[in-house]
């Protein structure tokens, strides 16, 4: 299934017990930033129409938008937590950008410094999130999906 979206909107794709935003990246040639609990910081170099998809366990679409922007717009880095770490239990919501996202309900979340994985609720695990030149290519029909303004 294809879903087009320009850059200025956001798919919202819902499940049962959580929602994931995704948005698209319109310039070329970006850096994401992702620190790791080694002490390294990875660069992943972005392509135009990548995506950044945001899971949120709480159904919060403001929290949604305001983590896309600060990673967007505002190049904020990502951070990779230990799968041990007391703060995964705490998570909120988690983030993956790149050309392919694919959700997964049985991972720890924020821990996978690899961006084509992402934790996500139950109803949503499985489904992969690929880009287009005009939005996203799902391999099954979600549930539920709305466009918003973002």
């Not at 819902?14 to 660069?43: C, H, P």
């Not at 366990?57 to 949604?64: E, G, S």
Request: glycine content about 4%.
């Amino acid at each position: 299934m294809n879903i087009d979206f320009s850059y200025d909107e956001i798919l919202f794709l819902e499940g049962e017990s959580g929602i994931v935003g995704i948005t698209r990246i319109e310039q070329e040639n970006k850096m994401l930033f992702i620190a790791t609990q080694d002490n390294e910081e990875i660069v992943q170099f972005l392509e135009k129409d990548d995506i950044i998809a945001v899971s949120n366990f709480r159904k919060d679409k403001r929290a949604i938008r305001a983590q896309a922007y600060l990673t967007r717009e505002e190049d904020s880095p990502i951070v990779i937590l230990n799968k041990n770490h007391p703060s995964t239990k705490r998570l909120a919501q988690v983030l993956s950008v790149g050309e392919k996202v694919n959700l997964n309900c049985n991972i720890t979340p924020g821990t996978h410094p690899e961006q084509d994985v992402l934790c996500s609720c139950d109803s949503l695990s499985g489904l992969s999130i690929t880009k287009t030149p005009t939005g996203v290519k799902l391999n099954r029909n979600p549930e539920n999906y709305t466009i918003e303004r973002f």
